[in-house]
């Protein structure tokens, strides 16, 4: 996953490649964006919060993060769905 920290909105712009890539307005401080990632993802993909966990990432803009019950491909296609 690629994070965008403190964009004019939050949004999810979509794939590069195997990387989700997600602005959030929310600055790069004391886990700001990191919640604001995991609020927007949340909605999107109409899960608790409590369902997504950074796993790696928390201080960089490339971040990995798991998703109780969805792998990739299930993240993909709920996305598209949604769309």
Same mark, same amino acid.
């Given at each position: 996953?690629?994070?965008?920290?403190?964009? %004019? $909105? !939050? %949004? *999810?712009?979509?794939?590069?490649? =195997?990387?989700? @890539?997600?602005?959030?307005?929310?600055?790069?401080?004391?886990? $700001?964006?990191?919640?604001? &990632?995991?609020?927007?993802?949340? @909605?999107?993909?109409? *899960? !608790? %919060?409590?369902? *997504?966990?950074? &796993?790696?990432?928390?201080?960089?803009?490339? @971040? &990995?993060? =798991?998703?109780?019950?969805?792998?990739?491909?299930?993240? $993909?296609?709920?996305?598209?769905?949604?769309?």
């Amino acid at each position: 996953m690629k994070v965008v920290p403190g964009s %004019s $909105r !939050d %949004s *999810i712009v979509g794939w590069l490649g =195997e990387a989700l @890539k997600i602005k959030v307005q929310a600055p790069p401080e004391k886990g $700001r964006a990191n919640e604001a &990632v995991v609020a927007l993802l949340a @909605k999107a993909l109409a *899960i !608790d %919060s409590a369902a *997504i966990t950074v &796993v790696s990432g928390h201080t960089s803009p490339a @971040k &990995v993060l =798991e998703i109780e019950g969805l792998d990739t491909e299930g993240v $993909r296609q709920t996305l598209a769905e949604g769309e």
